[in-house]
């Protein structure tokens, strides 16, 4: 089992420029989510999937557009990046029932945006 | 809404001593809690989890907490800490029925010395 895989690892943009972050995982989770994390502000929530075909804004989701392809998959997109969204982006996903609660996270992707 | 408080942002301890990296959290409704660990340039890693019952969790690599439901702390501890311990903790809380949304604190970047 691979877990959860993000792709790419490192991405450097232009401000201005477009790209897709890619999640995938192999668990069978129902649930996944995108985070952001900058220094000194620990993990905010993006986008989450509670369910293939469903997504909900989380807490900072301005800039991003999500699309969840299938179960497996959850992409985040990045229609005109920013400098203020230069960070690390963690997918993560998660089960059902009360042990759903826990998330498991994938590797990260860094993005920096000049 | 619920918050989380990591007071402690940096922890420098002596390999073999004893440590706890202090986690508050403010939430109307009951809480599952959450402990996770990042290790340099990887993913998140969960360390324990609180959902119910006794509220002395153990996890794994020695590490326990305890959840003060009148003191709304999830405080985690070890007896002694290792080289190998050094990262950065994160404490994070979710509501029951919120939808396995977690809600993360600034994390405390432990730093284990010889």
């Known amino acids: 089992n691979a877990g959860v895989t993000q792709t790419p690892k490192f991405q450097v943009l232009k401000t201005g420029q477009s790209m897709t972050l890619q999640c995938a995982q192999d668990?069978?989770?129902?649930?996944m989510y995108w985070y952001r994390q900058d220094p000194g502000m620990g993990l905010r929530l993006i986008y989450y999937?509670?369910?293939?075909?469903?997504?909900d804004k989380g807490e900072v989701p301005n800039g991003y557009n999500v699309s969840r392809l299938n179960k497996r998959e959850f992409s985040l997109r990045l229609e005109s990046a920013a400098p203020s969204q230069t960070s690390v982006y963690f997918c993560?996903?998660?089960?059902?029932?009360?042990?759903?609660?826990?998330?498991?996270f994938g590797p990260g992707t860094r993005l920096l945006v000049l | 809404a619920q918050s989380v408080t990591q007071l402690d942002s940096q922890v420098p301890v002596f390999e073999e001593a004893p440590v706890e990296l202090r986690c508050n959290y403010s939430?109307?409704?009951?809480?599952?809690l959450f402990w996770y660990v990042q290790y340099p340039n990887q993913g998140l890693q969960l360390l324990l989890k609180?959902?119910?019952?006794?509220?002395l969790v153990k996890g794994i690599n020695g590490f326990e907490a305890e959840f003060n439901k009148s003191q709304t702390s999830f405080h985690l501890r070890k007896p002694s800490v290792h080289i190998s311990d050094t990262a950065e903790y994160f404490c994070?809380?979710?509501?029951?029925?919120?939808?396995?949304?977690?809600?993360f604190g600034t994390g405390t970047q432990l730093k284990v010395e010889l």
């Open positions: 993560a996903s998660s089960g059902t029932g009360v042990e759903g609660e826990t998330q498991y």
């Open positions: 668990m069978n989770h129902n649930s």
């Open positions: 999937s509670a369910s293939e075909g469903t997504t």
């Open positions: 939430s109307s409704v009951s809480v599952y």
């Open positions: 609180y959902l119910s019952g006794s509220t």
């Open positions: 994070a809380v979710s509501h029951t029925g919120g939808g396995n949304k977690l809600t």
